[in-house]
């Protein structure tokens, strides 16, 4: 790692911990909500994360670009080589009722790549952190994702629903689906290997997928979009197609039944 990234990693990390902090000090209480254009759900905890995290990253790195859910397009980051990803708070509706399936999410992405990541769940007291490279951790521990190698049996971390979708020309063998409400922390355990896979069809916004992808690669997991193909960051759309993460023995598998929905 050089040493300008060991840097960011650093400022990365810490700045996520202060805002996981901040984000569970509003967490359980009566907090005041809108409703966005798109019809979803924000919050002040979730503006006020944003406001933390632009105050610590965009003064301290002026010159990286800046794509958050909760900010206003600043279009000068598609010029930029690294650019800050995030999500304040990923799984806002789990939030407001008070669950415990939502995440702080943060990456940085250089030259479309992630590069390090930092997630935390502090409700469940979880800090996920990878810098390409250097392997995926949760608080300090190494993790590793599942090497299950056949779809019976296997724990998917996707909403049930998903799986009855008429789109599927083959019924799925038995195996068992979890519903979390952060797409981010879906990946967080499909990479700590407690959930052997996870996919969504539909494009999702980056900040929704990048933190989580560096952390399935980094626990020797693939992480691609819902077609195979590697993803790439800071898009003019801020989308990507879809994603697929899973071990690197069950992926084929699932991405062979991709082809059936896509």
């Known amino acids: 790692m050089t040493d300008d990234l060991a840097r960011d990693f650093e400022l990365v990390r810490e700045t ?11 967490w359980g209480r009566g907090i005041h909500q809108e409703t966005k254009a798109d019809g979803t759900a924000v919050t002040e905890a ?24 909760e900010s206003a397009e600043h279009e000068s980051r598609l010029s930029a080589r690294r650019v800050f990803v995030l999500d304040p708070i990923d799984g806002t509706q789990s939030f407001i009722q008070a669950k415990d399936d939502w995440t702080v999410a943060l990456s940085l992405v250089e030259d479309g790549e992630v590069v390090l990541s930092a997630v935390v769940n502090p409700v469940r007291g979880e800090f996920y952190e990878a810098c390409r490279g ?5 608080n300090g521990r190494r993790i590793a994702v599942s090497g299950r190698d056949t779809l019976s049996g296997a724990t998917f971390i996707v909403s049930p629903s998903h799986l009855k979708s008429s ?15 952060s797409m981010t922390y879906r990946l967080c355990l499909v990479a700590s290997g407690v959930g052997d896979a996870s996919f969504a069809l539909p494009p999702k916004w980056e900040w929704d997928v990048a933190p989580g992808s560096l952390l399935v ?26 994603y697929l993460a899973a071990g690197p023995s069950l992926y084929p598998l699932l991405a062979e039944r991709m082809g059936d929905a896509l």
């Not at 979730?46 to 790195?61: N, Q």
């Not at 250097?134 to 949760?138: C, H, P, S, V």
């Open 217 to 242: 690669a980094e626990a020797g997991g693939l992480a691609t979009d819902a077609s195979g193909s590697a993803f790439r960051f800071n898009n003019r759309s801020a989308k990507v197609p879809g």
């Open 46 to 69: 979730d503006r006020a994360v944003d406001a933390l995290f632009a105050a610590r990253l965009r003064e301290a790195r002026p010159d990286y670009g800046w794509l958050s859910e």
């Open 134 to 138: 250097g392997g995926a951790f949760l």
């Open 167 to 181: 789109r599927w020309t083959r019924p799925w063998p038995a195996l068992k689906s979890v519903r979390i409400c």
């Open 16 to 26: 996520a911990r202060e805002a996981g902090e901040l984000a569970l000090s509003y």
